[in-house]
T-cell receptor, first 116, second 110 residues
Framework: DAGVIQSPRHEVTEMGQEVTLRCKPI?????LFWYRQTMMRGLELLIY????????DSGMPEDRFSAKMPNASFSTLKIQPSEPRDSAVYFC??????????????FGPGTRLTVL | KQEVTQIPAALSVPEGENLVLNCSFT??????LQWFRQDPGKGLTSLLL?????REQTSGRLNASLDKSSGRSTLYIAASQPGDSATYLC?????????FGAGTTVTVRA
């Protein structure tokens, strides 16, 4: 298996623009997670899905952030409008089993976002 | 809220020396603990996963121990090599979430 695939790997945009990050989970994994990593706050969970349904979005920082999972093999994280403080590395992870947190997560290579 | 602490923040050792990385967590009601490796500009690679019922897990030169009651885990890397240079993160699973430490950045000098 190719592992979790994320695109783009790097994104540079200007403040106010819309940014869309993409993720393809490992085939057969029913859980998908979006994380953000910054120097100040480390790795933080933004949202996770089970069978394409959002389960916990309490980590999404503002209404400017939205995430969708239209099918089992694709998810997007959108920021509109983007701000410089959104600059971070965004990771997608998937898991074959999570339910109460009793599984293992597999991470993608991340998207490094820079908002000027 | 689960707090995960990793000490030291950075470590530099000569090649061949054994590495000892520490992780502590505040809420002992965890399902499991994972150790990850992160190379600069790269994603997270899972190294070891220890279930809450286990005391340790081994893979090659890596050995991780877990003392759930005291909220501690230690990752041992035997006979370190320059290729072991990376940031090592521990993460604990509870309350439906994975909570990460800030990581220990390891440099192995040739």
């Amino acid at each position: 298996d190719a592992g979790v695939i994320q695109s783009p790997r790097h994104e540079v945009t200007e403040m106010g623009q819309e940014v869309t990050l993409r993720c393809k989970p490992i085939s057969g994994h029913d859980y998908l997670f979006w994380y953000r990593q910054t120097m100040m706050r480390g790795l933080e969970l933004l949202i996770y899905f089970n069978n394409n349904v959002p389960i916990d979005d309490s980590g999404m920082p503002e209404d400017r952030f939205s995430a969708k999972m239209p099918n089992a093999s694709f998810s997007t994280l959108k920021i509109q409008p983007s701000e410089p403080r959104d600059s971070a590395v965004y990771f997608c992870a998937s898991s074959p089993w999570w339910r109460e947190g009793d599984g293992e997560q597999f991470f993608g290579p991340g998207t490094r976002l820079t908002v000027l | 809220k689960q707090e995960v602490t990793q000490i030291p923040a950075a470590l530099s050792v000569p090649e061949g020396e054994n590495l000892v990385l520490n992780c502590s967590f505040t809420d002992s009601a965890i399902y499991n603990l994972q150790w990850f490796r992160q190379d600069p500009g790269k994603g997270l690679t899972s190294l070891l996963l220890i279930q809450s019922s286990q005391r340790e897990q081994t893979s090659g030169r890596l050995n991780a121990s877990l003392d759930k009651s005291s909220g501690r885990s230690t990752l041992y890397i035997a006979a370190s090599q320059p290729g072991d240079s990376a940031t090592y993160l521990c993460a604990v699973s509870n309350d439906y979430k994975l909570s990460f430490g800030a990581g220990t950045t390891v440099t192995v000098r040739a």
